[in-house]
């Protein structure tokens, strides 16, 4: 009889790169970009907490493993069983992905008194953490890649450092915000890779990237990927995706120009090229690099 499977969805100390992430180390991955409805707090002890909410959403990563294996998870969680009492409740959730919704285990606390934690800004345990540091890495792979806009809002000195090409694998370059004029660039999971620029920055670009991106207004939302540089690879790495992705929609010519003039002269020109060919294919764009 084939082994039985089952899907969990982590948010904490679980996710990669993360202290506890080696009991799902043979696991497969099924999404970095993932969420469920729920409300993050930080108890303060080195982990979040998830609470049920019908309105608010928690980021995380899902993982297939087998059933059996959910044993360790609740060893870990402090879960030992229905009618017991358990430090987590072990609860099947739906998970919402780039390419599905699926049902999946997730580790819940009901039982913490929320007036004495602090509350996860955009429900992101690592982004959370991210944002704390004194520099940390950012991949730009649409109109940030353009150093006109940073000049105009005068912040080009905030993104002086820049690293180089960054390739992002496994995701697609994907037009699905839609403005007023046209679409904006997301990354999706799924495909063969994304190229970007990768920068080092500090708090100040990352003020301006939110209020750019229009973090607050849930335009996009800040998210870390693993980034592939001539140096190695850089891990958690903060970038930005689209919070309500929608029907791929062509983008302005101006923006698509950006893009293109923005990537030339750091990208693989062969990628380059595959925008322009992407951008004439999908929406009858002429775009030279």
């Known amino acids: 009889m084939p082994e039985q499977k089952v899907y969990v969805f982590v948010y904490g100390t679980l ?10 180390s043979s696991a497969k991955m099924i999404s970095r970009q993932c969420w469920m409805y729920g409300a993050l707090y930080d108890t303060g002890l080195g982990y979040p907490v998830m609470l049920r909410s019908s309105d608010e959403k928690v980021y995380g990563e899902c993982y297939q493993i087998p059933k059996k294996q959910l044993h360790t998870l609740d060893e870990l969680e402090g879960y030992k069983g229905e009618d017991e009492e358990n430090l987590y409740t072990r609860e099947i959730h739906l998970v919402h992905m780039d390419s599905g919704i699926v049902e999946a285990y997730v580790y819940i606390n009901p039982s913490f008194n929320i007036h004495s934690l602090k509350k996860i800004p955009h429900g992101d345990w690592k982004i959370y953490r991210l944002v704390s540091q004194l520099s940390l890495s950012y991949f730009a ?6 150093d006109e806009r940073f000049k105009k809002s005068k912040v080009e000195h905030l993104f002086q450092d820049l690293i180089g ?24 999971e799924g495909g063969s890779h994304v190229e970007g ?41 903060l970038t930005f995706v689209v919070v309500d992705k929608q029907k791929e929609t062509a983008p302005p ?3 698509a120009r950006e893009i293109i003039r923005g990537g030339s002269g750091t990208l693989n020109k062969a990628y380059i090229s595959r925008l322009c060919a992407e951008l004439q294919t999908k929406f009858n764009m002429m775009i030279r690099p």
Not at 15 to 24: G, I, Q, Y
Not at 165 to 188: C, E, H, K, M
């Open 197 to 237: 620029k990768v920068y080092r920055i500090g708090h100040q670009a990352v003020t301006y990237l939110y209020r750019r991106e229009g973090v607050d207004n849930r335009m996009y939302r800040p998210t870390v990927v693993d980034i592939k540089t001539e140096s190695g690879t850089l891990s958690d790495v």
């Open 15 to 24: 996710r990669k790169n993360e202290p506890n992430h080696s009991l799902l």
């Open 165 to 188: 090409r960054g390739v992002l694998s496994n995701y697609s370059l994907r037009y699905t915000r839609v403005a007023p004029d046209g679409g904006r660039a997301d990354i999706v």
């Open 253 to 255: 010519e101006w923006y």
């Open 141 to 146: 792979y649409g109109s940030c890649m353009d």
